[in-house]
């Protein structure tokens, strides 16, 4: 296993090194300039959108579920533990200032996934037996032709291991509970066996369900507590953005317990988090919104959009901005550890439930959203007939966490990051163009009917 470890971690550090952050980069800012900026000139739209009771299933139209559906899914996947665990390492490792460079992944990374949710819609399958097949495979294959199929097999591959290998979420999971309240870690990783088959054997559908259920609860407790807490240090927020500008810019000096960051480690570190956090670029939760019963490309692009909003500006850099504040950065904590200090040095005892609270919602949903990706994935390997075996050893496949260590499972999730990322850029970029012209023709549509 500590060979196994080794290798993930050397490689890593080169699926997802400057070169695969420059790409992510890149090919978020050439989206949005392509799209000339409509996921924030329009992100008003997109936040009422999803609170509009006209948002329904349309009525012959492919799909599994309504497009809000489409969005919570996405969300379930989205809001994972790196909404706390993510961004506190992200701060141990990279300063205050990963937290910046978080908030540029998202601000460019909303028309990465505006892009990746209207090429979903675009480009899907439906099996003969009703299931939608939808993705960034499905993507590839049918918008760059026959000649790219290598490439959506390539990036089928990779979600595979993704999907089925450790899982820093199961990992996690285990660690509070086990910290918290003295559960073993097979215990909880049998619990989540059990629990995760049980919703995915009733497919799209009830995992959708489970997505709506708790997905607004969950965010919406964090959210209260996070607010809470600043509100109790609002004298301190203005510092606390500073620190986050200044040191994006110019790297963390060493303070108390914490090493000091370089202005790499901050770009390096804020980015990684931030993909996982919301994982545009990715192409994971492509695979949400093309299963969502709508053929308004434009407008599942825009709730994918909305998506990467609220996972990273808002729910991310609530905890960031706890920590900040806190002062608990420097410290030398880092993961769980140090959102738990965070919290509790604004109100003593609440950092341990409300940390273990968002842990096991968080990635609970995150585990599920993942079954629905790595299935689907499998099936366009395999078939379609490869679904129902997949979901089962997609469940199997959670004690994985239980047995690497979380440093071992944050690598291996690099690892995958990159190797994941890779495909889909390259489809991006390639069909880039057929977003910008069908998006453009049907807003003019809208406008001039």
């Given at each position: 296993m500590e060979t196994f470890q080794r290798f993930v971690a050397a490689?890593?550090?080169?699926?997802?090194?400057?070169?695969?952050?420059?790409?992510?980069?890149?090919?978020g800012f050439y989206l949005t300039v392509g799209l000339r900026f409509i996921t924030w000139r329009r992100l008003g739209e997109g936040l009422r959108l999803m609170v509009d009771k006209r948002l329904v299933a349309?009525?012959?139209?492919?799909?599994?579920?309504?497009?809000?559906d489409g969005l919570m899914t996405a969300l379930a996947g989205m809001v994972g533990?790196?909404?706390?665990?993510?961004?506190?390492?992200?701060?141990?490792?990279?300063?205050?200032?990963?937290?910046?460079?978080?908030?540029?992944?998202?601000?460019?990374?909303?028309?990465?996934?505006?892009?990746?949710?209207?090429?979903a819609v675009t480009y899907r399958e439906v099996s003969p037996n009703g299931s939608t097949l939808a993705g960034p495979m499905y993507y590839i294959k049918h918008g760059l032709g026959p000649k790219w199929t290598w490439l959506g097999g390539m990036y089928a591959a990779f979600a595979c291991i993704q999907a089925f290998g450790p899982s820093a979420q199961s990992n996690t999971i285990a660690d509070v509970l086990g910290s918290s309240l003295g559960v073993s870690a097979w215990t909880t990783e049998v619990f989540l066996t059990i629990s995760i088959l049980a919703v995915l054997i009733g497919g799209a559908k009830r995992l959708a369900g489970a997505a709506n259920a708790?997905?607004?609860?969950?965010?919406?407790?964090?959210?209260?507590?996070?607010?809470?807490?600043?509100?109790?240090?609002?004298?301190?927020?203005?510092?606390a953005f500073g620190e986050?500008?200044?040191?994006?810019?110019?790297?963390?000096?060493?303070?108390?317990?914490?090493?000091?960051?370089?202005?790499?480690?901050?770009?390096?570190?804020?980015?990684?988090?931030?993909?996982?956090?919301?994982?545009?670029?990715?192409?994971?939760?492509?695979?949400?919104h093309g299963t969502a019963q709508s053929n308004d490309a434009v407008q599942q692009g825009m709730l994918g959009a909305v998506g990467v909003f609220i996972d990273t500006i808002?729910?991310?850099?609530?905890?960031?901005?706890?920590?900040?504040?806190?002062?608990?950065?420097?410290?030398?904590?880092?993961?769980?550890?140090?959102?738990?200090?965070?919290?509790?040095?604004?109100?003593?005892?609440?950092?341990?439930?409300?940390?273990?609270?968002?842990?096991?919602l968080f990635g609970y949903t995150t585990l599920l959203a993942w079954g629905l990706y790595g299935s689907r994935a499998a099936a366009y390997l395999f078939g379609e007939r490869a679904l129902g075996p997949a979901r089962f050893l997609y469940s199997l496949s959670v004690p994985l966490g239980a047995v690497v260590t979380l440093e071992g499972a944050w690598q291996f999730v690099d690892l995958t990051l990159?190797?994941?990322?890779?495909?889909?850029?390259?489809?991006?970029?390639?069909?880039?163009?057929?977003?910008?012209?069908?998006?453009?023709?049907?807003?003019?549509?809208?406008?001039?009917?």
């Open positions: 490689a890593s550090e080169v699926t997802f090194g400057p070169f695969t952050v420059a790409l992510i980069l890149g090919t349309q009525k012959g139209a492919a799909g599994e579920y309504s497009p809000r533990i790196g909404k706390i665990v993510g961004v506190a390492t992200a701060i141990h490792l990279g300063g205050p200032g990963a937290l910046f460079w978080m908030w540029i992944s998202a601000f460019v990374g909303m028309a990465t996934r505006y892009a990746e949710a209207y090429l708790l997905v607004p609860f969950m965010v919406g407790v964090y959210l209260l507590a996070g607010l809470v807490v600043l509100a109790m240090n609002i004298g301190k927020i203005p510092a986050i500008l200044s040191s994006a810019l110019t790297g963390s000096a060493a303070v108390g317990g914490f090493a000091g960051a370089a202005l790499a480690e901050a770009i390096k570190f804020g980015v990684a988090r931030g993909i996982f956090a919301n994982e545009a670029g990715l192409g994971s939760a492509a695979v949400a808002v729910v991310c850099s609530i905890t960031g901005l706890v920590i900040v504040v806190s002062g608990t950065w420097q410290t030398g904590e880092t993961g769980t550890a140090l959102a738990v200090m965070a919290f509790d040095a604004a109100i003593p005892g609440l950092g341990g439930p409300v940390v273990a609270f968002g842990v096991v990159g190797l994941m990322a890779a495909p889909n850029l390259i489809a991006l970029i390639l069909l880039g163009p057929k977003v910008f012209k069908g998006t453009r023709e049907q807003i003019a549509k809208e406008q001039h009917p």
